[in-house]
Nanobody
């Protein structure tokens, strides 16, 4: 059974940094893509960043130049380095992994429970 778990959230002052980690465990064929979404109270969930095939990255305009997504295929892990954090970055950050269960199968999305990031002004 595939499991996805985030870590690294917490409370930080404006201008500070945090590094989020997302660990995938279980038996599967491959990781097609991974990414981070966030949802603040009263707001819609938004895509923060994703990484496809461990190489191609995409970022929300609001985090470009401040956040960096990376992936370690050998460790089945993904990271989000968040610098120059702002109060508006406060949200629950959730990791997803687009997993191919076996060769020539359709990928399935797995989600972590989320981790809270709070940026104080």
């Amino acid at each position: 059974q595939v499991q996805v778990v985030e870590s690294g959230g917490g409370l930080v002052q404006s201008g500070g940094s945090l590094r989020l980690s997302c660990q995938v465990s279980g038996n599967f064929f491959s990781i097609v893509a991974m990414g981070w979404y966030r949802q603040a109270p009263g707001k819609q969930r938004e895509l923060v960043a994703n990484i496809i095939s461990g190489v191609s990255t995409n970022y929300a305009d609001s985090v470009k130049g401040r956040f960096t997504i990376s992936m370690d295929n050998a460790k089945k892990a993904m990271y989000l380095q968040m610098n120059s954090l702002k109060p508006e970055d406060t949200a629950v950050y959730s990791c997803y992994a687009d997993i191919q269960p076996a060769a020539r199968t359709v990928p399935v999305d797995y989600w972590g429970p989320g981790t809270q990031v709070t940026v104080s002004s």
